[in-house]
């Protein structure tokens, strides 16, 4: 491990104040033996760093996903006081609210076996690759502005869902601090065209499999089942949040210069959360947020209309099992020195993981926990687990968002083949479809730690509990 970072238990360690000058709290991060090995020190420093911001609570947290990125480290959580503390598009990400759901099927395995052409027909159906358009929305100002207010709810007004949907969502799939207003020209142009599109990098739409289940009662309040054929969608707000986060940044840049606020990487620009500029990126954010919720909304209605189409099951039997955001920043109600406290928790490549009895569950799941679902990487399992009372406790009710990559996009390009990592996945029995090969490299498994370990640690810790094993054997990748 790292010198100077402390072990202080089972797969958990300390980055302790004096690790770097200026350290308000400690560093925590949980990861195991194993995953160590993968560990960038560049990920601590940055670890470190976000715990010299102002107002910060308890402490700087890392999830075993956990690897170098902009400002924070992905996997990285903070929670901010609301009166001292401060908001930073860093502690979000350039893709606002990447996020993954989750539908279920009443069909099997055997339904879909040589069922290649679904894939095909899915590829051809939901826009996928940068710079892709919508295909199911004419693009209009008005269309934009009811994303970016309503959020999920717009989609499911206009005809691209059904109201369970909503309750299903993160937040209802709507943050309502939302302000169009403080999104600049530029990201609604980029924004306009694209709702209902995959986009590029990490995003996908993953015909899959339940292939184990871990806990039975869990599993049946979330509508799951053994050999169960699953669909999941993995995207964000594209061009317009990655905008958002390109405009907010030079503001907030000079916002620390305004507000006396030094810090030991300009990348974590930040305001005070009270300041106008903090509250124009928030209502921002908020906005970038509802579009991604919108636009995963779409792409569902699609999928939905080609498996009824296909198989001849009704709309309502692919029911969502949940959607959760990956990037955002968000006011929630945490225990703080045993009171009871509203503080601004920022999630960057990290999952929201309420426990049992939160009250923005939906009423039949309050018994069990908030669902959390953790994506593979295109050839390996994704997960299904349940929020926990621990992770309330410890990590202002967070856990880890994926497996975290290991090798950076140019470097899979060199060292791998999309063509032959395609047809690796295809021996497999797993069909891959993408808009060029490097898109497949780029993504290849290699490039990601293993989802199994990443999920074992936050089981063990418990800020995240085992729910089932879904397997792929279709994916379409952006």
């Known amino acids: 491990m790292i010198e100077g970072v402390k072990r202080t238990g089972t797969n958990e360690w300390e980055v302790p104040v004096g690790y770097?000058?200026?350290m308000r709290v400690p560093g925590r991060f949980f990861l195991s033996e194993s995953l160590g090995s993968m560990l960038e020190p560049g990920a601590i420093q940055?670890?470190?760093?976000?715990?010299?911001?102002?107002?910060?609570?308890?402490?700087?947290?890392?999830?075993p996903d956990i690897h170098w990125g902009y400002g924070f480290p992905i996997g990285g959580v903070a929670a901010f006081s609301l009166d001292e503390g401060v908001i930073s598009p860093g502690g979000v990400g350039f893709d606002i609210n990447c996020g993954v759901r989750l539908l279920t099927t009443p069909l099997g395995r055997k339904d879909v076996a040589g069922q290649g052409s679904l894939i095909d027909e899915l590829?051809?159906?939901?826009?996928?690759?940068v710079g892709a358009?919508?295909?199911?929305?004419?693009?209009?100002a008005k269309s934009l502005e009811g994303m970016m207010i309503k959020g999920a709810r717009w989609a499911v007004e206009n005809g691209f869902g059904v109201s369970r949907d909503l309750a299903r969502c993160e937040e209802g799939g709507c943050m309502k601090e939302a302000d169009s207003s403080t999104v600049s020209t530029k990201a609604k142009?980029?924004?306009?065209?694209?709702g209902g599109t995959l986009g590029s990098g990490n995003h996908f739409l993953e015909i899959q499999i339940v292939s184990e289940i871990y806990d039975t009662s869990a599993a049946k309040a979330f509508?799951?089942?053994?050999?169960?054929?699953?669909?999941m969608i993995h995207c964000g707000s594209r061009g317009l949040g990655h905008q958002v986060c390109t405009d907010h940044l030079k503001v907030l840049e000079a916002a620390m210069r305004k507000y006396h606020i030094t810090l030991p990487d300009r990348q974590l620009a930040c305001a005070p959360l009270t300041s106008p500029e903090g509250k124009a990126y928030f209502g921002a954010m908020a906005a970038s947020a509802n579009y991604a919720w919108a636009n995963r909304q779409m792409i569902t209605h699609t999928a939905r209309e080609i498996f009824s189409r296909r198989f001849g099951i009704a709309y309502e039997e692919m029911p969502l099992v949940y959607d959760v955001a990956h990037n955002v920043a968000k006011f929630e109600i945490h225990t703080v020195d045993g009171k009871q406290t509203e503080v601004c928790v920022h999630r960057k490549g990290a999952t929201r993981a309420f426990g049992?009895?939160?009250?923005?569950?939906?009423?039949?799941?309050a018994a069990i926990g908030q669902p959390v679902i953790i994506p593979g990487s295109m050839g390996t399992s994704s997960y299904v687990l349940r929020g926990t009372d621990v992770a309330m406790e410890r990590t202002f009710g967070s856990t880890c968002h994926g497996a975290g990559r290991v090798m950076s996009r140019s470097q899979a390009k060199k060292r791998l083949s999309g063509k032959e990592v395609a047809a690796d996945l295809a021996r497999q029995g797993i069909i891959v479809r993408a808009p060029h090969e490097n898109a497949i490299a780029d993504e290849a498994p290699d490039v990601y730690k293993p989802s199994d370990e990443v999920v074992g640690v936050v089981h063990d810790v418990g800020i995240s509990r085992l729910v089932a094993r879904l397997t792929p054997i279709g994916v379409i990748k952006g």
Do not use: H, W, Y
Request: with cysteine; net charge positive; aromatic share 2%.
């Open 20 to 22: 770097i000058p200026g």
């Open 46 to 63: 940055q670890l470190a760093n976000v715990a010299t911001m102002p107002g910060i609570l308890k402490n700087s947290l890392g999830m």
């Open 123 to 129: 590829f051809r159906a939901v826009p996928t690759g």
């Open 133 to 140: 358009k919508s295909s199911s929305l004419k693009g209009s």
């Open 189 to 194: 142009q980029r924004g306009i065209p694209q």
């Open 223 to 231: 509508g799951l089942s053994e050999g169960q054929v699953c669909c």
């Open 356 to 365: 049992p009895g939160a009250p923005d569950l939906p009423s039949d799941l």
